[in-house]
């Protein structure tokens, strides 16, 4: 079971169809009991990362979240949910997750923003998930992150400055891009995700 964590940000079904595509059973929640339950945690976002992380701290599903992940459950943060993985955040500003060692900051000034629509992702070498095609994904987003370790850096995105675009340490993912909304290569990055749910299923 795919728990589809909600928190009053944005539409969550695009995602969800996603994840059935590949026969991934799921529940789109707000239930910290739930979200405890489940083998993997896709974690979305959009909006404001102060009033996302006041949310998820209010409602408990923020312990929820750290506890499982702590725990070795896989998780999938999108776009702001990606961002949230991290410590601090310049937008709000606020204090993220930590799941991740890093901080949010604001795409350069001297771009417009949001940077939204189709931009490249490059794939490094040095990551596990190096053998994916580099190509064409969906962007919406003003704000992206600063990892403190190179290594969780999966793959980089150009915008004025280059930016992670997917980061990845052990059964921690995030996309700064929408993959479910990116066609047949978004697709195939949340079937490569919810195999990693299957081996941690099966270990």
């Not at 931009?119 to 998930?129: D, R, S």
């Not at 290594?151 to 930016?163: E, K, N, Q």
Request: hydrophobic share 40%; aromatic share 6%.
């Amino acid at each position: 079971m795919i728990a589809i964590i909600d928190y009053g940000a944005g539409n969550l079904r695009s995602i969800e169809r996603a994840l059935v595509h590949h026969g991934a059973l799921t529940v789109v929640t707000s239930d910290p009991d739930q979200i405890a339950k489940a083998d993997g945690l896709v974690f979305p976002g959009v909006g404001n990362a102060r009033m996302a992380m006041d949310r998820l701290r209010a409602s408990g599903i923020s312990d929820a979240i750290t506890s499982s992940v702590n725990k070795g459950k896989p998780i999938l943060g999108v776009c702001l949910g990606m961002q949230l993985l991290f410590g601090a955040q310049e937008e709000g500003p606020t204090t993220g997750l930590g799941l991740l060692q890093g901080h949010g900051v604001a795409l350069p000034a001297t771009r417009k923003t949001p940077h939204m629509g189709w931009n490249t992702v490059n794939f490094q070498q040095h990551n596990v998930l190096s053998h994916l095609d580099a190509g064409e994904y969906y962007f919406v987003h003003s704000y992206i992150v600063e990892p403190d370790d190179a290594r969780d850096i999966a793959g980089i995105t150009s915008y004025g400055v280059t930016f992670p675009s997917i980061v990845s340490r052990d059964h921690i993912w995030g996309t700064q891009f929408h993959p479910e909304k990116s066609g047949d290569l978004g697709i195939a990055l949340i079937g490569e995700w919810l195999e990693l749910v299957t081996r941690r299923e099966a270990a």
